[in-house]
């Protein structure tokens, strides 16, 4: 079982060495841009330097490089700092200037998440000594060396963790709303989580406005908001 990743450093009034609780914090936060920038190609050598450390230190306090691997993708997937950033943002001035500023900062979450999750898919395979490494043959299972670095039902806690966070900060539009804040919140961060999976060969990703353009007013031309799906406009008349 591993070993839990990092604890909340414990604040002093002077200075003093780096525990090992903080160190290993220190690596894992140098790490999670080493691995969107470099994915599988990342090395410990890169990681030392980033973290300024020598390169042993990392297996002094990390079990090794997949321990190392798996605690940075639980960094970059914990909600906490993207949801206190959602809390702390200065209000904006409309409804729709607000879901920009909302589909930013999801944006950002999901671009180091995505980038971390590709490389560790590949980083953790390629030292698990499971499959080949063309990335054919059975994946690890969870809890195996080399397998799966959180579990499903975690990343999906993530999920609605962001979405309740998103529906709070659109509560002070409800007026403007002709659906709940948390239905809101579900339909933009859904589109969001969709957007930002690879792109298709028809053509690139949404960006941010594109984004809220479409949850504020649809893509059927003509059609009043308020009107179901399904409901029929224009019938001739009997």
């Known amino acids: 079982m591993l070993t839990q990743c990092y604890d ?3 604040t002093t009034t002077r200075a003093r060495p780096l525990g090992r609780d903080d160190r290993r914090s220190a690596i894992i936060a140098a790490t999670v841009p080493l691995l969107v920038e470099h994915g599988a190609g990342v090395t410990t050598r890169q990681i ?7 390169e042993g230190t990392l297996f002094r306090v990390f079990e090794d490089k997949d321990e190392l691997v798996r605690c940075a993708v639980r960094a970059a997937i914990d909600p906490l700092p993207t949801i206190v950033a959602l809390r702390e943002a200065p209000a904006e001035g409309d409804l729709r200037a607000a879901m920009i500023g909302i589909v930013r900062l999801l ?4 671009t180091v998440t995505m980038g971390v999750m ?4 590949h980083v953790l395979r390629d ?3 499971h499959g080949d490494h063309s990335g054919h043959g059975p994946p690890p299972a969870a809890g195996e060396k080399g397998g799966a670095p959180f579990h499903g039902d975690k990343d999906r806690r993530a999920g609605e963790l962001l979405a309740a966070a998103v529906a709070d900060r659109l509560a002070a539009y409800q007026a403007h709303l002709r659906v709940t804040p948390q239905q809101a919140a579900r339909i933009l961060v859904s589109l969001l989580f969709g957007n930002a999976l690879p792109p298709t060969p028809q053509g690139a990703r949404l960006d941010e406005e594109e984004i809220v353009d479409v949850v504020l007013r649809g893509v059927q031309h003509g059609v009043h908001p308020d009107v179901q799906p399904g409901a029929h406009q224009g019938a001739p008349a009997d």
């Open 8 to 10: 909340t450093a414990v």
């Open 118 to 121: 590709g490389a560790a898919h």
């Open 48 to 54: 030392a330097l980033a973290a300024g450390v020598a």
């Open 127 to 129: 030292h698990s000594g």
């Open 107 to 110: 944006t950002a979450r999901l």
